[in-house]
């Protein structure tokens, strides 16, 4: 394998790793904070991509317009998911709230079958077919913009955790309920907060991931079980482990469809997530249990 192909690769990985990272991020912060496997996620992906579509194609407007657009329309609807559904349920315990998300993601879907009906859509790159070479790789401009959004949120969703009194209250909640209650953090404003952050994340995959993907309303149920599959790789509740996770899955994806075959390419994460479960059952970052 030459150095080339072997950038090549990177450079592909990258950009998937990208769209996993965000949606990675999002379900361990929900987890962390909330202890809820929140799979309606998929469909705030989803909706994310249909947001972006009918802003551009629809209304003209600017596709970078759509991103921001996205991010804040999901977020209130993942507000109202937590609102609606999650905080009425949550002293029932058990696996009501994984009954409940998985309700959620079949309910989204099918009222977005309804309202957008089966075709596939996808939006025209605001790129067009631009590229850039580097080194001998081969990157879209598209893809390139997709890498450094997703950095540019990760290090704002870092910044946000460690440097500002709302973001603290957040780790503290996810590393002890009870005793951030007992310094009089605010446990409703935090999960409130929570689930807008997981929310604007997943509405910015969709719409990020939409010039490149042609997507129909039952996208974000691979998604987001790859999805899960990374944070349990990388160590539930935990952010680095869901960056890591994305990373090395997105790469193990880009590797097997380049040197086994595509289709089984979606197997990786389900793969990596039962070894890691056999070795080590926390996960590559998460804590041991006491």
Do not use: C
Not at 12 to 32: D, E, H, K, P
Not at 36 to 46: K, R, V
Not at 76 to 96: D, E, K, S
Not at 187 to 195: E, K, N, S
């Amino acid at each position: 394998m030459g150095l080339v192909t072997l950038l090549q690769y990177l450079v592909n990985g990258a950009f998937v790793s990208s769209v996993y990272a965000l949606m990675a991020l999002g379900l361990t912060l929900i987890f962390g904070v909330m202890q809820i496997a929140d799979f309606a996620q998929g469909a705030l992906y989803m909706l994310g991509a249909y947001v972006s579509f009918y802003i551009t194609n629809r209304a003209g407007l600017s596709y970078f317009l759509s991103l921001p657009a996205a991010m804040v329309g999901v977020a209130l609807i993942a507000v109202l998911n937590h609102l609606a559904v999650y905080r009425p349920l949550r002293r029932a315990g058990g696996a009501t709230s994984f009954v409940a998300a998985l309700g959620i993601l079949l309910i989204l879907q099918n009222i977005a079958l309804w309202v957008f009906g089966a075709d596939y859509r996808l939006i025209r790159s605001p790129f067009g077919d631009g590229k850039a070479v580097v080194l001998g790789a081969v990157i879209t401009h598209q893809q390139l913009f997709i890498v450094l959004v997703t950095a540019g949120l990760i290090l704002a969703v870092w910044l946000f955790l460690q440097r500002t009194r709302p973001g603290k209250a957040l780790r503290a909640m996810s590393q002890n309920r009870d005793a951030a209650a007992l310094v009089g953090i605010n446990p409703d404003r935090i999960a409130v907060m929570t689930f807008a952050l997981a929310g604007a994340l997943a509405g910015s995959a969709g719409a990020l991931v939409s010039p490149l993907r042609a997507f129909d309303p039952h996208i974000g149920a691979l998604a987001i079980l790859k999805s899960f599959a990374i944070v349990i790789f990388g160590g539930m509740g935990s952010i680095s482990g869901a960056l890591l996770g994305a990373l090395i899955v997105g790469l193990a994806e880009t590797l097997t469809a380049a040197y086994v075959a595509a289709e089984y390419s979606d197997l990786v994460a389900f793969i990596l997530m039962i070894l890691v479960l056999f070795l080590r059952p926390q996960g590559l970052r998460g804590a041991a249990a006491p």
